[in-house]
């Protein structure tokens, strides 16, 4: 064979190997015609990357360790993930932004984890006399983005404050965000949804529709059992106008710690439950940042939302909440905020939900313990339970201990607490319950616990390469505010540790839902969703990649683990790096740490072997 011969071969088969073989990935994917990247567990290349989870710092490392990556471009993607799934008898964990706590929106095993980041990205807003304004959005926005393209448009709709969290999985664990008693949760305002099922069927499903079958899809979709019932791609919600709410307020200000200051506003929030809807407010306590460039916070978030319209006047009455919310700082100093503003001027709505997003994509990159607490108490009850007093002094121990300066200072150890009053015989959130469906008189959506007035997270960080009795210290921090929240005499519930209320956007300890579930979900709500799941998700499923499901049957607990450790040579990202170099600087640490667990892990194995 001559030379020019040779070379037109070589030529050929180069060409060929290029056509087969998706030139982003570092070996051949199976998913037959998949367009997106592909990632293996066991091949060179980007895994690390698309693997980090918000939870892989702090649960099981092997728990989120599936054997492959798909991130999908289309709908054409997903549905050739889920028939190589249905093929390989294997399931798919479904992620948009990685934000499950737990790290339920990852898989183990032989799974599949099929990321959602890139692939739907649409955004259109009909606006009609008959429907109002109407926007089809795709799932694979961050709320950031989503509030940028809705303020563009004049237009509000109520959602959370972490900055990278994706709607997908937002809007199926209920969309929390700082509007609640106003407006209610961005879960409140889906109209309808598209969504693929493990059948591979593209469904619109409407809350209105005749068809009982999406009804109960609708149902389970928004608040049931996410990502667990098919693939989320799109959702269509009632918008709000800015116009229609001109007299719109806010207040945002961070301010010094004292513990004066804290008591006196959680005792304001403690006494909300019998205002008007309109009024909302959120308040997060931080400790000292490790590295003493931020002292202790207290920030406070105030909304007040004109639900009323152009009729409804903020008058003295308004004027006097915003006062007492400043007042109750009157032991701090109130620091420069680049994002700060004050109540006395009307702020667009949209503007306001924007002003409110935390920036970083997340506080800490250290390993955490979390807490959420709900309270169904009135007003009333919460004065005489003593539950601004008693959480107040739960997290000065948490500051005290941690400030720098201190005689015994506790190292490499951080906090986040954020409470909120969403409740009340007025708020939205509480009043959302009474709705039912026009055609069988059914609960809506499956949103648990809607009689909750207020809500607290309490969230620790550590660093154990740091300090080695870190973690204890969070341990025994959370245990002792478990003894004095719940039970008989508990400041904030009558329940018991093993039997609290907890939400999925906010899931912690054990996540075998087969274990909990009564703290998630009432009996009969329970029991419809397990009834649907079964349904769109029949044996052998395709949606069910790990044990916080419905349906799961009991069985050995999933808690996080007893030493939870970073490396020691790259010390955990601080917040006020985060805000300077944000996404950028988390992947590439987390890659970096997740490289060297991944290689101890098959150390590990290869010695086994």
Not at 163 to 173: A, E, F
Request: charged share 20%.
């Amino acid at each position: 064979m001559n030379a020019v011969k040779l070379g037109l071969l070589s030529l050929f088969i180069v060409v060929l190997f290029c056509t087969i073989r998706p030139v982003h990935s570092a070996f051949y994917c199976p998913v037959e015609r998949f367009a997106g990247k592909c990632f293996a567990r066991d091949e060179a290349g980007d895994y690390e990357k698309w693997c980090y989870q918000y939870a892989s710092t702090s649960m099981n490392f092997d728990l989120m360790q599936p054997k492959l990556i798909l991130v999908a471009k289309s709908v054409e993607d997903v549905k050739r993930a889920i028939v190589y799934a249905r093929q390989q008898r294997v399931n798919i964990a479904v992620r948009t932004g990685g934000h499950q706590f737990t790290g339920a929106s990852s898989t183990d095993r032989d799974n599949i984890q099929l990321d959602l980041s890139e692939a739907f990205k649409d955004f259109m807003v009909s606006r009609s006399p008959k429907h109002g304004v109407t926007v089809r959005v795709g799932i694979s926005f961050t709320v950031t983005e989503f509030y940028a393209m809705m303020d563009a448009e004049g237009l509000y709709v109520p959602a959370g404050q972490c900055s990278n969290v994706h709607l997908g999985g937002h809007v199926q664990t209920g969309g929390f965000g700082i509007a609640i008693r106003a407006f209610g949760l961005l879960t409140d305002h889906v109209l309808a949804f598209d969504i693929i099922t493990a059948d591979g069927q593209t469904l619109h499903v409407a809350r209105d529709s005749a068809d009982e079958k999406m009804r109960d899809l609708y149902y389970a979709v928004l608040g049931g059992s996410p990502g667990n019932l098919g693939v989320l791609t799109h959702i269509t919600l009632q918008a709000y106008r800015n116009e229609d709410h001109p007299h719109s307020r806010g207040f945002r200000a961070t301010f010094t710690y004292a513990k004066a200051s804290v008591q006196r506003i959680l005792d304001l929030m403690s006494k909300m439950s019998d205002l008007e809807r309109d009024y909302d407010l959120l308040v997060s306590v931080l400790s000292a940042n490790t590295s003493g460039a931020i002292p202790p916070t207290i920030a406070v978030f105030a909304q007040w939302s004109n639900t009323g319209g152009p009729n409804q006047i903020a008058d003295a009455a308004v004027d006097e909440w915003f006062q007492r919310i400043e007042a109750a700082f009157g032991a701090s100093q109130r620091l420069p905020d680049p994002r700060a503003f004050n109540w006395s001027v009307p702020v667009p709505l949209s503007k306001l939900v924007m002003a409110w997003v935390y920036q970083p994509i997340r506080e800490y990159v250290m390993p955490y313990e979390k807490r959420l607490y709900l309270s169904e108490w009135a007003a009333a009850e919460l004065q005489r339970r003593n539950w601004s007093a008693w959480t107040t002094d739960q997290l000065d121990d948490f500051i005290v201990a941690t400030t720098p300066g201190q005689q015994q200072q506790v190292t490499g150890v951080e906090m986040v607490a954020q409470l909120q009053n969403i409740g009340g015989p007025n708020s939205t959130f509480y009043r959302n319950s009474l709705r039912k469906s026009p055609i069988d008189g059914r609960d809506l959506t499956s949103i648990s616990w809607r009689n909750t007035t207020i809500w607290a997270a309490l969230d620790g960080f550590f660093n154990a390469s740091m300090n080695p009795d870190a973690q204890q210290f969070v341990t025994s921090w959370h245990k002792q505010t478990d003894l004095g929240a719940l039970g008989t005499a508990g400041h904030v519930s009558d329940l018991p540790p093993e039997k609290a209320r907890q939400l999925a956007f906010n899931s912690f300890g054990d996540r075998n839902m087969g274990n909990v579930w009564k703290q998630y979900y009432a009996k009969s709500q329970y029991n419809r969703l397990v009834g649907i799941k079964r349904t769109f998700d029949p044996a052998p499923t395709v949606f069910t990649p790990n044990n916080f499901c419905v349906g799961m049957p009991p069985g050995k607990p999933e808690l996080p683990p007893d030493n939870a450790r970073l490396s020691a040579t790259i010390f955990p990202i601080t917040s006020e790096l985060m805000y300077t170099s944000g996404a950028a600087a988390v992947d590439a640490y987390m890659t970096q740490w997740m490289q060297q667990e991944q290689h101890t892990a098959s150390a590990g194995r290869n010695t086994t072997n």
